[in-house]
């Protein structure tokens, strides 16, 4: 299944579910579309996110799935040297970084017929041995990460967790793609701080972390 199509199967099921702080499945799903409709990207292309976590990284994610891109998140870390690198090697189509705005169109109509054996992410390697290497994985792969991680941290329908892995990061994505194998809300933590994991583990009730 890919994971347009795995999206609105979430959207059908818990409709009221908050997915994100403040946003519902129902409304994630015409959220992810409205975006998709203003990516302005054909099935396949690049679109590179140079951002922390935040709830825009988490909506760009799953607009990205909606449309049939690659989502390519890069480490808000990396130099312009490094950055740049890493643009030309995706190649990518649209490139959105801190302060631009969300894309906002048309709703998308969704790439639910798209093969779960497309790329759906390309994440790139530390580079410790030479250049970062971007490395894609399919729809089916990561929706089975997702699942994978749902049942290794033991989620429960309606679990809350608190999103500390970066998102350029397969830990990251893992998180997220689970939430919606189990109805659950993903709370995004911009950047480590201590004082402020506390602080939404109490205000959005978190149940798993």
Same mark, same amino acid.
Request: net charge negative.
């Given at each position: 299944?890919?994971?347009?199509?795995?999206?609105? /199967?979430?959207?059908?099921?818990?409709?009221?579910? %908050?997915?994100?702080?403040?946003?519902?499945?129902? %409304?994630?799903?015409?959220?992810?579309?409205?975006?998709?409709?203003?990516?302005?990207?054909?099935?396949?292309?690049?679109?590179?996110?140079?951002?922390?976590?935040?709830?825009?990284?988490?909506?760009?994610?799953?607009?990205?799935?909606?449309?049939?891109?690659?989502?390519?998140?890069?480490?808000?870390?990396?130099?312009? *040297?490094?950055? $740049?690198?890493?643009?030309? &090697?995706?190649? /990518?189509?649209? @490139?959105?970084?801190? $302060? &631009?705005?969300?894309?906002?169109?048309? %709703?998308?109509?969704? *790439?639910?017929?798209?093969?779960?054996? %497309?790329?759906?992410?390309?994440?790139?390697?530390?580079?410790?041995?030479?250049?970062?290497? $971007?490395?894609?994985?399919?729809?089916?792969? &990561?929706?089975?990460?997702?699942?994978?991680?749902?049942?290794?941290?033991?989620?429960?329908?309606?679990?809350?967790?608190?999103? @500390?892995?970066?998102?350029?990061?397969?830990?990251?994505?893992?998180?997220?793609?689970?939430?919606?194998?189990?109805? $659950?809300?993903?709370?995004?933590?911009?950047?480590?701080?201590?004082?402020? *994991?506390?602080?939404?583990?109490?205000?959005?009730?978190?149940?798993?972390?």
């Amino acid at each position: 299944m890919n994971l347009a199509l795995s999206l609105q /199967a979430a959207a059908e099921r818990h409709p009221d579910a %908050e997915a994100l702080p403040g946003c519902t499945y129902a %409304e994630l799903r015409e959220r992810a579309a409205r975006i998709a409709g203003g990516l302005a990207l054909e099935r396949g292309e690049r679109l590179a996110v140079v951002l922390d976590n935040r709830v825009e990284t988490a909506l760009l994610y799953w607009a990205a799935q909606w449309a049939g891109v690659v989502f390519v998140p890069l480490s808000w870390r990396l130099g312009e *040297a490094e950055l $740049g690198y890493c643009l030309r &090697d995706c190649g /990518a189509g649209l @490139v959105l970084r801190d $302060g &631009d705005p969300l894309p906002d169109g048309g %709703e998308h109509r969704g *790439a639910l017929d798209l093969d779960e054996r %497309e790329p759906s992410l390309m994440l790139y390697t530390s580079g410790t041995t030479g250049r970062p290497k $971007g490395v894609p994985r399919s729809h089916r792969a &990561d929706r089975a990460g997702g699942l994978s991680q749902a049942l290794q941290h033991g989620y429960l329908p309606g679990d809350r967790t608190l999103g @500390v892995m970066p998102l350029y990061h397969t830990m990251g994505i893992h998180s997220l793609v689970a939430m919606h194998l189990v109805g $659950g809300c993903f709370v995004s933590l911009a950047r480590w701080d201590a004082t402020e *994991a506390l602080r939404l583990i109490e205000q959005e009730r978190i149940t798993s972390l």
